[in-house]
């Protein structure tokens, strides 16, 4: 029997993501009982379209089906055998075209080759908009492979995928699976990825300040300050006292455990000022738009006024005393 041919891949078979797990093996167990349903494509000697297929079948051991692309616009055919056939949400879409547009570099430089496709081209055939392109660019440039792969394999949208940016790529795989840990399961928020991003920042903060001998609470303050951390989360303090406990085997972490304590209290007393002062100022704006007063009290049920004669002297000592802070 004489070997299989084996074929290459067309640059333009790679804007779109492999089929893997159990999407991949679905498709051999397809393949395996009904035959492959429809040849791969080839241009130029490789394949345009049909990767997925044509590993199923290296895979499977059988020969697959092939069929010349005789027409002159493979961008365009490419992208829309593709989009017919796969289910792929807004982000994926961006990743496709932010390869589409960077294919540039790749394609044989002789008239029959294949135009450049600019970013906003690309938005329009993967029906995204540009800053979705761009969004994408970003992830595939300054993102971890395993990041790019989770938007790829649409695990998670590029909101949620750059923050992680923002970290050194060697410490971008572990964040990751950090913001796998926060969604349990789910499809991770933008909101659950900068944290564990703050988080980690801050952590290396503290780490960074200890180094150059700063006490745990001087280092601590810094790094909350520096990343504007009002309210720290139980994971934060968890982190931070274990890289405390990590630099310093004998500080007493508990005392780090009771300002943290302290701090939440304090928080949460101020985010009732907060409350009561913008309770504060809508009733005042309230009473001020109030011009026909006899007439409010005459509508008033009578629940109300009872409600009010109790209140009232304790408004007017609170509004006596508000005026003597404001002139003081």
Not at 111 to 138: F, H, N, W, Y
Not at 292 to 299: I, P
Request: with cysteine; hydrophobic share 45%; aromatic share 4%.
């Amino acid at each position: 029997m004489p070997a299989r041919v084996m074929l290459q891949l067309h640059p333009l078979a790679a804007i779109f993501p492999l089929l893997e797990g159990d999407e991949f093996a679905e498709l051999m167990d397809d393949i395996h009982t009904h035959g492959v349903r429809e040849a791969i494509w080839l241009y130029d000697g490789q394949i345009l379209d049909g990767r997925n297929r044509y590993m199923a079948c290296q895979a499977l051991g059988i020969d697959c089906p092939t069929r010349l692309y005789v027409g002159d616009d493979p961008v365009e055919f490419v992208v829309s055998m593709n989009l017919r056939r796969r289910h792929l949400n807004e982000s994926q879409r961006g990743m496709i075209a932010a390869r589409l547009a960077t294919l540039a570099a790749h394609r044989p430089a002789k008239p029959a080759g294949i135009p450049a496709v600019s970013q906003t081209e690309a938005a329009q055939m993967l029906k995204v908009s540009r800053d979705t392109v761009q969004q994408a660019r970003k992830v595939q440039q300054e993102g971890a492979p395993e990041v790019a792969q989770a938007v790829d394999v649409g695990e998670m949208t590029l909101t949620a995928a750059l923050p992680l940016t923002t970290l050194p790529k060697e410490v971008q795989p572990g964040a990751l699976e950090d913001v796998r840990r926060e969604a349990a399961g789910k499809k991770p928020t933008t909101t659950q990825t900068n944290r564990v991003v703050q988080r980690l920042q801050t952590v290396a903060m503290v780490k960074a300040a200890l180094a150059v001998g700063m006490s745990p609470e001087e280092a601590i303050n810094q790094a909350l300050l520096e990343y504007d951390t009002v309210k720290p989360t139980p994971p934060l303090v968890e982190a931070i006292v274990d890289a405390i406990e990590e630099h310093m085997p004998h500080a007493d972490t508990e005392d780090v455990r009771v300002a943290f304590e302290a701090r939440a209290t304090q928080e949460a007393a101020r985010a009732t000022l907060r409350t009561q002062g913008v309770a504060l100022v809508e009733a005042l704006e309230c009473l001020a738009n109030i011009v026909n007063s006899e007439g409010v009290l005459a509508e008033m049920p009578p629940y109300l006024v009872t409600r009010m004669d109790r209140v009232l002297p304790r408004v007017l000592t609170t509004l006596n005393h508000l005026a003597w802070l404001r002139s003081a």
